[in-house]
């Protein structure tokens, strides 16, 4: 009973192989386009490319902070910075009275 079976699956892989064969041989690879093996665009060294020119901007002299502005700006930081604190202590003082 089972040799039956096995000859009957023998059968079967045959006439499918066969058939894979016959399909394989049919449909050939499609033909691809072909591939421009040089470069797209113009070519260098071409009579009708444009010169480039290097243009040259001004260098800006770098800019130096004098000692009275540095003592200006830190007096307004520490100014601000103390305000920032005195505003934090009086919130947090706020909060604890609550």
């Known amino acids: ?22 399909l394989a041989g049919l449909s050939a690879p499609a033909p691809q386009a ?3 093996t040089g470069r797209r665009g113009r070519p260098k ?10 243009v040259t901007t001004p260098v800006t002299k770098k800019r130096v902070l004098s000692e009275e502005g ?7 930081l520490k100014k601000r ?13 706020e909060q604890s009275a609550n």
């Open 1 to 22: 009973m089972t040799e039956n079976i096995i000859a009957a699956l023998d059968e079967e892989i045959a006439s499918l192989q066969k058939a894979r064969s016959i």
């Open 34 to 36: 072909a591939t421009p």
């Open 45 to 54: 060294g071409s009579k009708n490319a444009t010169k480039s020119v290097a």
């Open 70 to 76: 540095r003592a200006r700006i830190s007096a307004a």
């Open 81 to 93: 910075h103390a305000a920032k604190r005195k505003a934090a202590k009086k919130a947090a003082g």
